[in-house]
């Protein structure tokens, strides 16, 4: 499980774009992300770096917490 801030993530449109970036990545990953505090868990057995970099490619700014 890896956890990120993701300080532009400010509508549901960004959770769907951020959960597509992921799921391009791992078809069964799972995306728990928040709104309000600007985190996202996944649940993945990809790295969390390239987690990361795909979320980034998706035009968000990415910190791992």
Avoid at 19 to 45: C, F, P, R, W, Y
């Amino acid at each position: 499980m890896a956890q990120f801030r993701v300080s532009d993530m400010t509508c549901s449109g960004c959770v769907k774009a951020i959960t597509g970036a992921v799921q391009d990545l791992d078809a069964a990953a799972t995306v728990d992300a928040n709104l309000e505090t600007k985190h996202v868990v996944i649940a993945s057995s990809v790295p969390a770096a390239a987690l990361a970099e795909a979320m980034r490619d998706a035009g968000f700014t990415v910190e791992l917490t």
